[in-house]
């Protein structure tokens, strides 16, 4: 079920491709964001396959970004409620849903995002924590960080000195 | 090769995870943001059969997020360059990155998303353009907005009312 990793493990997109596992387990996310916890709810909305769906939202309890709660006895029935981790993943839900929606005016929009408690309209972006600075005027990037392996640092290095030094580099 | 759309065309999100179309072309882009523009070096970084990354190219390229570009004339040699679209993806790989190193200290990364001109470390948050007002501290989500379908406005109010209401209402 699960595919082996991608590339490599340090790198964070990569680790967190590999839990996400696959876009249905994305969509599960965002409908349990939106507030979807039965299996019907999660059924009716993403038009899945019970087994296929069953599957998916075990997966994510495996990985503890979702956790199965009765709230019926007889007969027995469980929900699926977010764990903090799971909450987590609404950033990578909302750049989503922003890159999607990026050229469509506000009325073109199906969906809007809000703050909850006033139904004010609010607009995403990024800014760095400690400045302020939105990201989309400054030229942000990865570089290698103090627990890089050599090989990761030497694939900076390299992506830094432009392909023809890289390429006579190596010969 | 790309499949059918998962669920819902009004869905920005869902309309995203069609474009970018598996975690090879996320992780390609990614690739791409680092700087790498040439095959080699995406196929020596991920570690993908020559044949996988050609087709994924060639369809980020369809899609509008690369564009190939010759630099050589004999042999022919092409690069990958992101267009304005694909470095538009980058809010989502560093939500993704954000997600996937949350829960490590600044030691222990292997990558550090920085500021390119000054080179100091930034941290991402989300925040909303207008106000200031970061998202992880207030009450985000989704409401139907103004192109909305009766059908997706009444799946917000079926998940506003709770699981309870909407199965009684369903009968």
């Known amino acids: ?4 990793r991608l590339t490599d493990a340090e790198c964070p ?3 967190c491709l590999d839990v996400l596992g696959d876009w249905w387990s994305l969509l599960i996310l965002r409908d349990a964001l939106d507030g979807a916890t039965r299996f019907d709810q999660f059924e009716r909305n993403l038009g899945i396959a019970p087994n296929m769906l069953i599957r ?12 199965r709660r ?3 006895q007889r007969p027995p029935r469980h929900e699926y409620l977010l764990t903090e981790r799971g909450r987590d ?9 922003e890159w999607g929606d990026r050229h469509r005016g506000r009325e073109q929009r199906s969906l809007q995002l809000v703050d909850r408690e006033t139904g004010a309209v609010v607009d995403p972006v990024l800014v760095d924590r400690g ?13 290698a960080g103090p627990a890089a392996s050599d090989a990761l640092k030497a694939r900076f290095a390299e992506l830094a000195a432009g392909p ?6 190596r010969g």
């Open 164 to 169: 023809e030094e890289a390429a006579a580099r």
């Open 70 to 72: 009765q709230y019926q």
């Open 56 to 67: 998916r939202l075990h997966g994510l309890v495996a990985d503890g970004l979702l956790q």
């Open 89 to 97: 993943v609404q950033p990578v839900i909302i750049a989503l849903g």
């Open 13 to 15: 997109i990569s680790r």
């Open 131 to 143: 400045t302020g600075r939105r990201f989309d005027e400054i030229d942000v990037g990865y570089v």
């Open 1 to 4: 079920m699960r595919r082996t």
